[in-house]
């Protein structure tokens, strides 16, 4: 019995106080869950189109086929774990919560009536942000070969699976995104370690999608931070099957791929920042 009246002893979640940083990082976990269900609406339609195309041998048919049934079930997988994790059932239940509450008035939402839904995030996700979080770590100052091994390392261990490495000589670090992205980056660091750093990207792959990849990378705001731009390139590993958050679509009216990837930072509830890539298509941006 003892355990009941702890039960009953605490305060349920809509008396906690609802602070600008909790309300916030709740509706990131929506847009999250919200992007991933659409996702979801896809599956289908791609395993369809895995064999509807026509393969150049029957390997290739079992390729694509078993590529698309592979992120199909990536796909479920991902939105099971997040509509089971602790924090997307604590934001539902405050919801129902308060719904039980004051339920007047609340009617079904609809991204295409709120066009504008994921501006409240971005005024939040701006860069003033940075240097409280990243201290002393100036971007931009020149890096010697050891610093760049330990941004190599700290990288690795972020995203297993990744293969990133440093090509001393040429002073140019390796990255590869496995399938289903498949993209080699070559980076090219400073050519002298006294030198502005100014990292530029290439890749040997030239084909539509990864000139767009590249020509989005040589924009970026931050070109001279070597952290941001490894975490920007990772970004693109699901470069084909993350929406755009702006218009919820995979492909937008030219067929492209969301290949703007914007940074969003946002500061959790325990005073920690928490960093995320947008996806978003070169005509929402
Ligand atoms: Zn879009």
Not at 27 to 53: C, G
Not at 151 to 166: I, M, P
Not at 224 to 240: C, F, H, P, R
Request: hydrophobic residues 35%; negative net charge.
């Amino acid at each position: 019995m003892a355990t009941n009246e702890q039960a009953l002893d605490q305060v349920p979640p809509l008396e906690k106080e609802l602070d600008e940083a909790s309300i916030m990082s709740s509706l990131a976990r929506l847009q999250e869950v919200h992007i991933s269900l659409r996702n979801l609406r896809e599956t289908i339609p791609k395993v369809m189109d895995s064999v509807l195309v026509d393969p150049l041998s029957p390997d290739q048919l079992h390729s694509n086929f078993s590529q698309a049934a592979n992120g199909a079930a990536q796909a479920i997988k991902h939105f099971t774990q997040l509509m089971e994790d602790s924090g997307t059932k604590e934001v539902m239940e405050r919801a129902k919560e308060s719904r039980t509450e004051n339920g007047e008035g609340i009617t079904g939402w609809k991204v295409i009536e709120h066009e504008d839904w994921l501006d409240v995030k971005q005024e939040d996700g701006n860069d003033d942000v940075d240097k409280e979080e990243e201290g002393t770590a100036e971007a931009g100052d020149a890096l010697g070969l050891k610093d760049v091994n330990e941004a190599l390392d700290k990288f690795r261990s972020a995203h297993v699976g990744l293969e990133a490495s440093l090509i001393e000589d040429s002073r140019m670090v390796t990255l590869h995104l496995p399938l289903p992205a498949q993209i080699n980056f070559q980076i090219q660091l400073n050519t002298t370690p006294e030198g502005p750093n100014n990292y530029s990207v290439d890749s040997k792959d030239k084909s539509k999608l990864h000139r767009a990849i590249l020509e989005a990378i040589r924009t970026r705001p931050r070109p001279n931070d070597l952290n941001d731009l490894l975490e920007m390139l990772a970004s693109y590993l699901d470069i084909k099957s993350r929406p755009c958050v702006k218009c919820s679509r995979l492909l937008d009216r030219n067929a492209q791929f969301p290949i703007i990837r914007s940074r969003k930072r946002t500061k959790q509830p325990d005073g920690r920042f928490a960093s995320q890539w947008l996806a978003l298509h070169a005509a929402c941006n």
